[in-house]
Nanobody, 122 residues
Framework: QVQLVESGGRLVQAGGSLRISCAAS????????LGWFRRAPGKEREFVAA???????AHYADFVKGRFIISREDAKTVYLQMNSLKPEDTAVYYC????????????????WGQGTQVTVSS
């Protein structure tokens, strides 16, 4: 089992920045890629970004390229730096762990956190 706990979500104004974190614990978290997904009210869950073991092995959804940066401090901690936030970025952001690699496919992720709410006001 891998446990994931997200933190850092809050209310922020449009154009602002926010960094959210995910702490992993439990069984060999270093074997896993870590990713971020989000679910906005009334919408389907969507991929945001994912990272393997190196910064060069990071992948982003097109709608966040140039605005969001995913980084990994070690086996257990992943961050999502969100810049130039827009009201449409409002969502619950979920951290997930994947034994295969940093994919954009939610079904390849075995473990999920409870989510952290990010609200962007206009």
């Amino acid at each position: 089992q891998v446990q994931l706990v997200e933190s850092g979500g809050r209310l922020v104004q449009a154009g602002g920045s926010l960094r959210i974190s995910c702490a992993a614990s439990g069984r060999t978290p270093n074997d896993y890629a870590l990713g971020w997904f989000r679910r906005a009210p009334g919408k389907e869950r969507e991929f945001v970004a994912a990272i393997g073991w190196s910064a060069g092995n990071a992948h982003y959804a097109d709608f966040v390229k140039g605005r969001f940066i995913i980084s990994r401090e070690d086996a257990k901690t992943v961050y999502l730096q969100m810049n130039s936030l827009k009201p449409e970025d409002t969502a619950v952001y979920y951290c997930a762990a994947n034994p295969i690699g940093p994919t954009a496919v939610a079904t390849t992720y075995d473990y999920w956190g409870q989510g952290t709410q990010v609200t962007v006001s206009s």
